[in-house]
């Protein structure tokens, strides 16, 4: 995935998708601007406030902290954020394009679109 990322020309568009948009995408699209020379705070908070729902697969996330040699960083924000959600709260994959949180079923689009500039 970075090596298929990394030709991409300043100001780029890519789009990373998965099923439901919070997971893999999240976890992917943070690594490709990580490699891109973003900082991982800069890269998180950018998906973040694209995806806020976002929930970043945690295999994921420890290999994009073991490649980039971010010190476990990566891995101890991600606990972190974990940790701040209220259970009751937590995204729940329904169905693809579906999220529940809480008792609100809020519909979301199943596809991640970063701008890679």
Do not use: K, Y
């Amino acid at each position: 995935m970075l090596d298929f990322t990394a030709d991409l020309a300043p100001g780029a568009s890519l789009l990373v998708h998965c099923i439901a948009g919070i997971s893999r995408s999240t976890a992917a699209t943070i690594s490709i601007l990580v490699a891109r020379g973003m900082p991982w705070r800069a890269a998180w908070d950018a998906v973040a406030a694209v995806r806020p729902c976002m929930m970043p697969n945690a295999r994921i996330i420890r290999l994009i902290d073991d490649h980039h040699e971010l010190g476990g960083e990566l891995v101890a924000h991600l606990q972190a954020w974990w940790a701040a959600w209220d259970v009751r709260e937590r995204p729940i994959n329904t169905q693809a394009g579906s999220v529940i949180i809480g008792q609100h079923a809020t519909a979301v689009d199943p596809l991640l679109d970063a701008n890679l500039s």
